[in-house]
């Protein structure tokens, strides 16, 4: 299990990284995840990658006792790849799990101040899970068209408006989690995938009655690669949001009705 010390307190601290054809960049975010946060072991979650990305992570986690590899039999979509790496850090009992993408989005650079910001000594601020937010103060993207930028930012918007959850950027995928959280709100009937997964598991946090903080980031647009991001992903995300707002208007309602007086 990782080191407890170093990583700002939190405890032994895994950074899940899936990937799927990714071997233009895996060396890359590896090396830059161990010299931002030393004492962070990783996890390299791969589907299977045609081009050889799981290849290059078994080398890396050969010459590196901070670097581990999953192997999956195939691409599941992102929320599966998670799902698996959180239930692999889990019962190696890891103390906080960290998302990351394997393209450099997410600047490992920026991975400190997740971590001061989930060990929060002032008890009010104690956070469960940290997500490094695009649409805070402070937060930014890099080299992304504008038709993009506003798209997520709708998707946010819609979503904070129809789940009435309190997040500027629930789809974002930069973010960390206490072991206790993931436990707490359970993984096993976890179905979505795609950015939708990111919500779902903001929500699930928020509904448990726990503690969640934003924190500003720099997204920056990869280099190398194709994005993952597609019609199906958004459609997905645009269905299961719809739904589950509607089902909590329905739940509101109910409630409101059971608690009028009756004539």
């Known amino acids: 299990m990782a080191d407890s010390e170093g990583s700002g307190?939190?405890?032994?601290?895994?950074?899940i990284i899936p990937t799927y054809n990714e071997y233009q960049n895996i060396e890359m975010i590896v090396g830059r995840v161990r010299e931002s946060v030393p004492d962070a072991h990783i996890l390299v979650a791969d589907d299977n990658s045609p081009d050889g990305t799981g290849a290059i992570?078994?080398?890396?986690?050969k010459d590196d006792d901070h670097v581990h590899v999953l192997h999956r039999?195939?691409?599941?979509g992102l929320g599966a790849a998670y799902i698996a790496g959180f239930r692999w850090a889990l019962e190696r009992g890891y103390d906080v799990v960290v998302e990351m993408d394997a393209d450099g989005s997410h600047q490992p650079e920026q991975?400190?101040?997740?971590?001061?910001a989930l060990d929060s000594t002032a008890p009010a601020a104690r956070a469960d899970l940290v997500l490094g937010s695009r649409w805070v103060r402070?937060?930014?993207v890099r080299n992304w068209p504008l038709k993009r930028e506003l798209l997520s930012r709708a998707a946010n918007l819609y979503a904070r408006v129809m789940l009435g959850i309190p997040v500027r950027d629930a789809t974002g995928g930069y973010r960390a989690f206490r072991a206790a959280t993931l436990k707490r709100i359970g993984l096993d009937d976890v179905q979505s995938q795609g950015y939708c997964f990111q919500v779902d598991l903001a929500m699930r946090t928020l509904d448990d009655g726990m503690r969640v903080r934003e924190v500003p980031i720099t997204f920056v647009e990869r280099v190398h690669g194709a994005s993952k991001m597609s019609k199906d992903v958004f459609r997905e995300a645009l269905v299961r949001v719809t739904l589950w707002g509607?089902?909590?208007?329905?739940?509101?309602l109910a409630a409101l009705l059971r608690g009028r007086p009756r004539r």
């Open 57 to 61: 992570a078994d080398t890396l986690a």
């Open 246 to 252: 509607l089902a909590r208007r329905g739940a509101q």
């Open 73 to 76: 039999a195939g691409k599941e």
């Open 111 to 116: 991975l400190p101040n997740l971590l001061r």
């Open 9 to 15: 307190g939190v405890g032994g601290v895994i950074v």
């Open 138 to 140: 402070g937060g930014r």
